[in-house]
């Protein structure tokens, strides 16, 4: 599968390595930006997020969007 980004500049050799968390596009390595989120566990009173923060995979918009300049 090609990078949507990619394919819109009309490069045709790139290979899309993941889908954005939000739009669902699929972008390439040079498109696509890891973020970090925290992680909500269901339980009791107390502590509800993990210490460990997952990755996120977000398009240049998306990402954009998220973390304004």
Known sequence: ???YDCDLAG???S???????????????DHGKVSQTLVHLRRG????????PARRLLCGTCHGAEHPA
């Open 45 to 52: 009173p107390g502590r509800s997020t993990s210490d460990v």
């Open 11 to 13: 490069r045709s050799d």
């Open 15 to 29: 290979t899309a390595v993941g889908v954005c968390a939000r739009c669902g596009l699929v972008v390439c390595r």
């Open 1 to 3: 599968m090609k990078c």
